[in-house]
């Protein structure tokens, strides 16, 4: 799991270093005084790319 406080509104999620079995789904959750968002989302990783 990741979070991450007090960020601006365009904030971003940046994975490094992901492989094949990081893929599946996801759910990213945003709360603050007004209440809560989700959205569920898939994620696939491909292999490196042929030369």
């Keep these: 799991?990741?979070?991450?406080?007090?960020?601006?509104?365009?904030?971003?999620?940046r994975l490094a270093n992901?492989?094949?079995r990081d893929g599946g789904e996801y759910l990213c959750r945003a709360t603050?005084?007004?209440g809560v968002a989700e959205?569920?989302?898939w994620l696939r990783v491909?292999?490196?790319?042929?030369?």
Excluded: M
Aim: charged fraction near 20%; aromatic fraction near 10%.
């Design 1 to 13: 799991s990741w979070i991450s406080e007090n960020v601006e509104a365009d904030a971003r999620l």
């Design 18 to 20: 992901v492989s094949e």
């Design 32 to 34: 603050n005084f007004i």
């Design 39 to 41: 959205k569920a989302f």
């Design 46 to 51: 491909h292999g490196p790319q042929a030369a």
